[in-house]
């Protein structure tokens, strides 16, 4: 291994919280069964998709049940985006099953659900587990965004494990990568295969959850590492007085981190592409909005500002978002021959086919971004958002209309009586960034390492229960570990039938920004305050070691949610 940092070192004895019915009992917990559940809507459909695991009830680790595991041989994927955390999920895990049986064996299967397909894997021992505790990045096992989702994968999958004798896995991974861990625990039962699948809620965009996921893992650490950054630049800029800085914040669909982010720090501005969608806002109204908060704060001379933007908006502007599905589809239909054509090609092709009103969208917009739209497309022919530099657009289309009020106030200052008439020229001056990937592999939190591991361990107690078609669930975060509770929740209860690709598909319901919820609400309260004035919260860097009220905090978010 390469040296290892100070930190890291010191990090590897840190000993993660769990919930209180693991440190009496380990794994052998009774799970309590509650009501029968539901999927969230189109309840007929998806119990016909999924026979043998809808309706089944939720379960909480109540009590020491007594019983003799034999050696259960797991394998274990990490899939989608890196998230901190996922490291000490499988750590988690690991200790999980050796607690439940020492001679248990656990498969790291390699680069997300390709492994799991190519069985490629390496076996998870204690040595190799420990190097990896409390650290951040997926490198144990690496990910991959390879779907796992048509019947003859699961066919390869069900012959890997027999192959190896895995009778459980456990899939880490975000809202696309559980829908496919309930498809695939539905054939595992259907074709009798005896594998156990347990999901884990990951992601640092914070959009999978709902009453029993409170959070997904990542989102902590993650607004975190963002504010840090943001509170330095607050800083730089309350400081040199002289640039408004545009700072784009990942999150593929959903606004949480921005809103996050915005609730640490208190920006002049922050888009919400919820509340952009909600009130159907043109990208025009939201560039004067803007641009009416930029002339007012120079008019009282602060040249200065803060802007956070989500990385989804441009797909929740209507015109824009109409715009993209045109050529999403347009594109799609026609691969080969599109990605044939040379730049000004691409142009001309898209030009002569979009209908009007999205062409008038597209010209709206500086080239950089109509080239930005026709670029690569995800591997179902998407537009690939976090690409697209909203950011820049955004100062330029400011820059374009300052330019246009200066000549307006120039023209009037030639008509001015005397020099107190005149107005001043708004100066203007953009510094752009992107804060995804700077916080996507950071060491996890205290809050991330003790869920994180938590959740692993929630995972290895619903495999020795028997249980498949589970996400782990590991719930009242706000509060202190000592009171936290474990438990697991059927992958059907979070599904719905949605409109992808041409067809209806059973999918895990996103959880965007809830407008009516706590909060975006305190988010609502005080922005007009943090836009006209200096508000701005330097929060500093995440802390590992020192007072609970620095170290143990959760999200804004998440306490509001909960308060
Ligand atoms: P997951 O949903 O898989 O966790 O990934 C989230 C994310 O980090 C988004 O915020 C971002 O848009 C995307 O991944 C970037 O993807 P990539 O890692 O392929 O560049």
């Known amino acids: 291994m390469n040296q290892i940092s100070p930190l890291q070192q010191a990090r590897y004895d840190y000993q993660p919280k769990l919930p209180p ?28 998709l999924f026979p043998d695991t809808y309706g089944l009830p939720a379960v909480t680790f109540v009590r020491r049940s007594v019983f003799d595991c034999p050696p259960i041989k797991a394998g274990v ?82 012959r890997n494990c027999a192959q190896h004798g895995i009778k459980a896995i456990v ?32 992601t640092i965009d914070g959009d999978l959850k709902n009453a029993w996921i409170e959070v997904s893992f990542g989102f902590d650490t993650a607004t975190k590492v963002y504010s840090e950054l943001i509170g330095n630049i607050m800083r730089d800029a309350n400081s040199a007085r002289k640039y408004w800085h545009f700072i784009k914040l990942m999150g593929r669909s959903a606004s949480h981190i921005a809103l996050e982010c915005a609730l640490q720090t208190h920006p002049n501005i922050c888009l919400i592409s919820e509340e952009v969608e909600k009130k159907g806002m043109s990208l025009d109204q939201i560039v004067d909005e803007m641009t009416a908060l930029v002339v007012s704060r120079a008019d009282r001379k602060m040249k200065y500002g803060v802007v956070l933007i989500p990385e989804g908006l441009i797909e929740f502007i209507p015109e824009s978002k109409v715009l993209i599905a045109e050529l999403n589809d347009f594109i799609g239909k026609d691969k080969e021959t599109f990605d044939g054509l040379t730049s000004d090609g691409k142009m001309e092709y898209v030009v002569k086919r979009l209908s009007q009103a999205s062409l008038k969208a597209f010209e709206s917009m500086p080239l950089m971004i109509r080239k930005q739209l026709l670029a690569d497309r995800d591997p179902h022919g998407n537009v690939q958002v976090s690409r697209i530099e909203t ?58 390492a003790d869920y994180c591991y938590s959740l692993g361990y929630t995972a290895a107690a619903l495999i020795g229960a028997g249980k498949t078609g589970f996400m782990a669930s590991v719930r009242y975060l706000s509060c202190p570990a000592a009171e936290w509770e474990a438990g697991g929740i059927p992958l059907t209860m979070m599904m719905n039938m949605e409109h992808r690709h041409g067809k209806d598909v059973p999918v895990i319901k996103k959880a965007l920004v809830e407008l009516s919820g706590k909060p975006f609400q305190a988010f609502a309260e005080h922005r007009q305050a943090w836009g006209v004035g200096t508000e701005y919260v330097y929060p500093g860097p995440i802390q590992y070691f020192g007072p609970s009220a620095v170290c143990d905090q959760t999200t804004v978010t998440l306490r509001l949610e909960q308060a």
Not at 31 to 38: I, L, Q
């Open 21 to 48: 019915v693991f440190l009496e009992c380990g794994p052998f917990a009774a799970a309590r069964s509650g009501e029968e559940t539901c999927s969230v809507s189109d309840q007929k459909q998806i119990k016909a």
């Open 77 to 158: 994927i990490l899939s989608g985006g890196q998230a901190p955390g996922g490291h000490n999920v499988i750590a988690g895990l690991f200790d999980g099953l050796k607690a439940l049986n020492p001679d248990s064996e656990l498969f790291g299967f390699l680069g997300g659900p390709s492994g799991l397909i190519d069985n490629k894997y390496i076996m998870l021992n204690e040595g190799l587990v420990d190097q990896y505790r409390n650290t951040g990045g997926f490198d144990m096992i690496c990910s991959g965004r390879t779907k796992l989702e048509k019947d003859e994968q699961f066919a390869q999958v069900a």
């Open 171 to 202: 899939i880490i991974g975000g809202d696309d990568s559980n829908t496919n861990a309930c498809a695939l625990a539905q054939y595992m039962l259907s074709h009798q295969t005896g594998v156990q699948v347990i999901g884990c809620p990951k």
């Open 391 to 448: 950011e820049k657009m955004l100062a330029m289309l400011i820059e374009e209309r300052l330019a246009g009020i200066n000549g307006i106030r120039a023209e009037n200052n030639k008509k001015a009586q005397n020099e107190s008439g005149k107005e001043k020229p708004v100066e203007f001056s953009a510094q752009t960034h992107f804060f995804g990937y700077e916080g996507r592999c950071a060491a996890p939190s205290n809050f991330d």
